[in-house]
């Protein structure tokens, strides 16, 4: 690993830096942030600490182009995952609890979940545990970047996906537990429900209060951002009272706290067909319709809504319209706290190979740089980028997408390290 100078390192216990504030919330969403800010980091496993580093050396590159020594970051590790299990026998440590409690904001790589093993996805823990309900993936298409359709320009989206509830809420029994076998039980006795013996259980909660706090976080993001339209995706024609519902929730909100902003699909005819200005579209699209129109009719989709599970679906289907899951960014929000990640997971046989994208991860510290206002930084990481895949510069990812045609374009293909530095001097 490189040396970079403003890291507090997680030796064998947590050790306060010796400098920096941390971000204060002053108000549900509200930071004020200090000149000299304290933000965590998680390298995560897999391919984590080689994205999460490379991200970290372009964030602070940016920082010091942006503002000389006036402000600065001090990144304080905190452990989970691997790390934390080889150090302390938990993969999520309450000291390390503790410490993001502390910090509330901060970057975390991925970190790895077993298929089918005993214990709960940290990922989904952090989030909940932080009340970090909406996920928000921005989806964009960068010249340069390889895709499989024919007009990519047309990708920009802002994904909301509700992070907390649906499927993902954790609640579920193996088919032979004793927990599958009393709700079975359950639902013969009370309701007349057979389910089969070997039937695993899981619940799916979505409740008024998840759906319609993310609802409106969307719905103020489009009009503030003066987006076209916010689509709610859901399958509520077969999952009635809870995708069903969450459409209705969503609405009820966009017609009740946002009424002179929106308009909806059955009022377009009172204005020749078309949006009027000053006004965001509200519709709704069932998801599995939605899944193939975003392919053959992209550019009407501009902000979506959707619970955990479509919002799953759609942010990895989107990202690879724009070159893949090594260029998807996303922020985990609540009331008080952020976390900012790349969508991908860890890519367990790159793991120390100087192969994989950081752009993710870079772009994701674009976007928390946006949230704690320093736009500055933001736009310099985002002018890096943008720069670099322009003048040629590609990971192996990417160029493995193109035809020849589109290779001829490539000047370079950089390991995950070289492509940051190609970052930090396309910024200047
Ligand atoms: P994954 O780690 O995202 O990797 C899937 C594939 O995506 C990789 O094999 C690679 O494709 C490509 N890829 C991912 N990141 C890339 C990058 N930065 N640059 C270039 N290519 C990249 O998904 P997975 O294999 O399903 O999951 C592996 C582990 O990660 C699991 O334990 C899972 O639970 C965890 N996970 C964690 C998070 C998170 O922390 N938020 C998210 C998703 C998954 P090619 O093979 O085609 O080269």
């Keep these: 690993m490189r040396d970079i100078p403003n890291l507090v390192k997680y030796v064998d216990k947590y050790v306060e830096p010796p400098e920096g504030e941390y971000v204060e919330y002053i108000a549900p969403g509200q930071v004020k942030v200090p000149n000299k800010v304290i933000i965590g980091y998680i390298e995560g496993d897999g391919i984590g600490p080689e994205v999460v580093y490379a991200a970290i050396r372009v964030a602070n590159a940016a920082v010091e182009k942006a503002y000389g020594g006036a402000r600065k970051v001090i990144w304080y590790e905190v452990v989970a995952g691997e790390k934390a299990e080889k150090l302390t026998g938990s993969r999520l440590p309450r000291e390390s609890i503790a410490t993001l409690e502390k910090i509330r904001v901060f970057l975390k790589g991925p970190l790895e979940t077993p298929v089918g093993s005993g214990f709960?996805?940290?990922?989904?823990?952090?989030?909940?545990?932080?009340?970090?309900?909406?996920?928000?993936?921005?989806?964009?298409?960068?010249?340069?970047?390889?895709?499989?359709?024919?007009?990519?320009?047309?990708?920009?989206?802002?994904?909301?996906?509700?992070?907390?509830?649906?499927?993902?809420?954790?609640?579920?029994?193996?088919?032979?537990?004793?927990?599958?076998?009393k709700l079975r039980e359950f639902l013969k006795r009370e309701f007349g429900i057979s389910i089969r013996e070997d039937a695993g259980i899981g619940i799916k909660p979505i409740s008024k209060f998840g759906t319609q706090r993310i609802a409106r976080l969307a719905l103020k993001f489009a009009i503030e951002n003066k987006r076209r339209v916010v689509t709610v995706m859901h399958k509520g024609n077969i999952q009635k009272y809870t995708?069903?519902?969450?459409?209705?929730?969503?609405?009820?909100?966009?017609?009740?706290?946002?009424?002179?902003?929106?308009?909806?699909?059955?009022?377009?005819?009172?204005?020749?067909?078309?949006?009027?200005?000053?006004?965001?579209?509200?519709?709704?699209?069932?998801?599995?319709?939605?899944?193939?129109?975003?392919?053959?009719?992209?550019s009407e989709y501009d902000v979506i809504l959707a619970p955990n599970l479509n919002g799953d679906y759609v942010?990895?289907?989107?990202?690879?319209?724009?070159?893949?899951?090594?260029?998807?960014?996303?922020?985990?929000?609540?009331?008080?706290?952020?976390?900012?990640?790349?969508?991908?997971?860890?890519?367990?046989?790159?793991?120390?190979?100087?192969?994989?994208?950081?752009?993710?991860?870079?772009?994701?510290?674009?976007?928390?740089?946006?949230?704690?206002?320093?736009?500055?930084?933001?736009?310099?990481?985002?002018?890096?980028?943008?720069?670099?895949?322009?003048?040629?510069?590609?990971?192996?990812?990417?160029?493995?997408?193109?035809?020849?045609g589109e290779r001829e374009k490539v000047k370079e293909v950089l390991g995950t390290q070289e492509f940051a530095d190609k970052v930090v001097e396309c910024m200047k």
């Design 120 to 181: 709960r996805s940290v990922n989904v823990t952090l989030r909940q545990m932080f009340d970090l309900y909406a996920n928000v993936r921005p989806v964009r298409y960068l010249p340069g970047l390889p895709s499989p359709l024919k007009k990519p320009e047309a990708v920009d989206l802002v994904i909301f996906r509700e992070n907390t509830e649906d499927v993902y809420a954790g609640i579920e029994w193996p088919h032979h537990s004793p927990e599958a076998a």
């Design 315 to 404: 942010s990895d289907e989107a990202a690879g319209l724009v070159g893949g899951l090594g260029v998807a960014p996303g922020i985990d929000v609540g009331d008080w706290g952020m976390m900012a990640e790349p969508v991908h997971g860890t890519a367990p046989k790159y793991r120390g190979k100087n192969y994989v994208n950081p752009t993710a991860t870079i772009l994701a510290l674009e976007l928390m740089f946006k949230f704690l206002g320093w736009r500055e930084a933001a736009s310099l990481i985002l002018k890096g980028v943008e720069t670099a895949y322009r003048e040629g510069y590609y990971t192996g990812d990417l160029v493995r997408q193109m035809d020849e």
């Design 243 to 298: 995708e069903g519902a969450f459409r209705d929730w969503a609405f009820e909100v966009a017609r009740e706290e946002f009424r002179n902003f929106v308009i909806f699909e059955d009022e377009l005819i009172q204005h020749g067909g078309q949006i009027p200005p000053g006004r965001v579209l509200v519709n709704d699209r069932i998801a599995d319709n939605m899944l193939q129109q975003l392919l053959t009719r992209t």
